[in-house]
């Protein structure tokens, strides 16, 4: 995951320009970051090798607002929104790619535990259908 957001910076001054980057670029950028940040957490999970520590520390972290909650609770959704305010920079040219990536950002936000994996499905087949069409006109 982390090499992902990493290749993805690139990527973000490459997007069509439109006033959708003023949203677009600095959601991506700070859930970048906020994504970077929750990889260190899960790093340091995988590192604790005692179950005694690491209930502790999970606890702990769990138990830490100002770390728990950007990290862990709202990274996700604000690289997702991100994702979904620049793919509006496509709408005009490609609408079932933006209305994949759209759906795809419901279904990564629905509550209820694994939807990442066919809702970042959505998004990517959303963005492939963008490019593709980007790279015909």
Known sequence: MIIGV???????GNFPKSRWNYISFPSLIFGIGLIIGMCVIDFVFWSLKEPVLKSQVTKHLINTPEIWTPFMSVSGKI?????????????????????????????????WGWDN????????????????DENKS
């Open 6 to 12: 990493l290749l993805l910076i690139p990527q973000i």
């Open 79 to 111: 690289f997702t929104f991100g994702l979904l305010t620049s793919s509006f920079n496509y709408f005009k040219k490609q609408r079932l790619g933006v209305l994949l990536v759209f759906l795809g950002t419901l279904t990564v936000y629905l509550p």
């Open 117 to 132: 994996i066919p809702g970042y499905l959505l998004i990517t087949v959303g963005f492939y259908i963008n490019f593709t």
